[in-house]
């Protein structure tokens, strides 16, 4: 298995805006090597508009901590992720993702 691409994974938080309303914002969590498996997709009409939704499955190293509450952004889109399926004895992680069409990364802030 080669790991030849680099994911982000964002972890949803929530904040206080000016108002002291609280919103809901993605941290980077951490960057990892993985190897890609696109799995398929379809298309759905969704509140008046086409949505393509696709299935990746990334298979990493194991590392604790990720969970399905999580997000990654691989090639400039957002993958949910719906499972995460330990292989051997804590050797790697497949990591499935559904991804949306319609769903944009979060912007970077270093600028």
Do not use: C
């Amino acid at each position: 298995m080669i790991l030849d691409k680099h994911i982000e994974v964002y972890k949803r938080d929530t904040t206080r805006n000016e108002y002291n309303e609280k919103v809901e914002i993605l941290d980077h969590h951490l960057s990892l090597p993985a190897a890609v498996n696109y799995r398929g997709g379809r298309e759905g009409f969704y509140a008046r508009q086409v949505v393509a939704t696709g299935e990746v499955t990334f298979t990493v190293r194991w590392i604790e901590g990720l969970d399905t509450t999580m997000m990654i952004v691989f090639d400039g889109k957002v993958h949910e992720i719906t499972y995460i399926e330990p292989v051997g004895r804590m050797h790697t992680l497949l990591i499935h993702t559904k991804t949306v069409d319609n769903k944009k990364p979060p912007e970077d802030d270093n600028g």
